[in-house]
């Protein structure tokens, strides 16, 4: 496990993470990642014995294991951004077998993919890691693209390859999310049925959103929202991008467009991403559902990227972190080290919620 001070050393200049003070939404409200957080957290829920055991059983595996934090390796960009953009960078993971054993070997709690890459190598896989099939996505084949998600299968086939747990995306905000939203909601309580825990890639997404003062699809008072849509419908697990900015609700060009109040920039959230990331924490019923922020795209710096990521979550009061392609677009060999690194900012009891 990494020392504090190699994790400062690996932050260069984002180590200041690592010393922020919150002085908004205080941590003792929140309900905070623990070892007993499925006995003191959600055996309170209407989930049943089944999801509670499955859900158990992904917080007990990988290095993770008895933290209550969590570790998830998602490989479904080759239907999302298509399998040349994702898997160019490293062929070997055309095959599903080497993006499963890099969740294994990486230390993971589970590896999330598509119906195809997980129904290929079930038999041989589904029971050394937990298996979360993604069910609906963006594919990007039509002409002209389109942003909309579209079911792939059924949560019968996921219940029926060894699946531990489901999960989708919705466009929060798009012209399609009330279709989505329905979609979703229905698949996540058959899912529940069939004793799967859910976890919903709760997005942001409308061009109208995009205005001469920000990008608004990454703003902390939208993506919250969104979170707060999510739970909702029961999502037991909630997946967002890390937040960029505020104020989604109070740009000129987006008058007229929902509803907020001015203690949300006042009192809730300041401008540091600590606390915006706390503000997405509590619209998942101040921690009750828990939130994984997204890794991102491969970059110029990776493992700095990914360890600050992992270090503002979990000073957030967040569960843990879902990256992918910093990690599977290199070698199996660096991508073991980039999740292993993440994972050390979990592990270390230095590195404290804000």
């Not at 998602?74 to 055309?94: K, L, R």
């Not at 999510?230 to 740009?251: F, R, S």
Request: proline share 4%; hydrophobic share 40%; net charge neutral.
């Amino acid at each position: 496990m990494a020392s504090i001070g190699k994790l400062r050393e690996i932050l260069g200049d984002q180590a200041s993470l690592l010393d922020h003070a919150s002085t908004k939404i205080d941590k003792a409200r929140l309900h905070l990642p623990g070892p007993r957080y499925i006995d003191d957290v959600f055996t309170h829920t209407d989930r049943t014995p089944r999801v509670l055991g499955a859900m158990q059983r992904m917080f007990d595996t990988g290095r993770l294991a008895g933290t209550g934090y969590l570790s998830i390796l998602p490989v479904d960009q080759g239907i999302e951004h298509s399998a040349g953009a994702s898997f160019a960078p490293n062929p070997t993971m055309f095959d599903p077998e080497a993006i499963v054993k890099l969740a294994i070997d990486g230390g993971c709690n589970a590896v999330a993919s598509t119906f195809g890459a997980l129904g290929s190598v079930a038999r041989k896989y589904a029971h050394r890691i937990p298996f979360i099939v993604k069910i609906n996505h963006n594919e990007l084949m039509s002409y002209p693209n389109t942003f909309d998600q579209t079911m792939f299968g059924s949560v019968r086939q996921c219940f029926d390859m060894g699946a531990a747990g489901i999960g989708a995306t919705i466009y929060w905000g798009s012209p399609e999310s009330r279709r989505q939203l329905v979609e979703i909601s229905e698949a996540f309580a058959e899912a529940h049925r069939f004793g799967m825990f859910t976890v919903l890639w709760c997005y942001v997404r409308n061009n109208a959103f995009k205005t001469a003062t920000a990008d608004h699809n990454l703003a902390a008072d939208l993506s919250s929202q969104a979170n707060h849509l999510g739970v909702t419908i029961q999502a037991d697990i909630i997946k967002q991008k890390l937040p960029e900015g505020n104020g989604g609700y109070n740009d000129p060009a987006l008058k007229g467009f929902g509803k907020t109040h001015q203690k949300v920039y006042s009192e809730l959230t300041s401008d540091h991403v600590i606390d915006l990331t706390r503000y997405q924490v509590a619209n998942c019923y101040m921690g009750r559902i828990g939130l994984i922020n997204s890794g991102g795209a491969s970059g110029d710096n990776d493992l700095r990227d990914a360890v600050a990521t992992a270090v503002i979550n979990k000073r957030a009061g967040g569960m843990g972190l879902i990256s992918g392609r910093k990690a599977f677009q290199k070698s199996h060999t660096d991508g073991i080290a980039l999740l292993n690194a993440l994972q050390d900012v979990y592990l270390s009891p230095e590195v404290t919620v804000a």
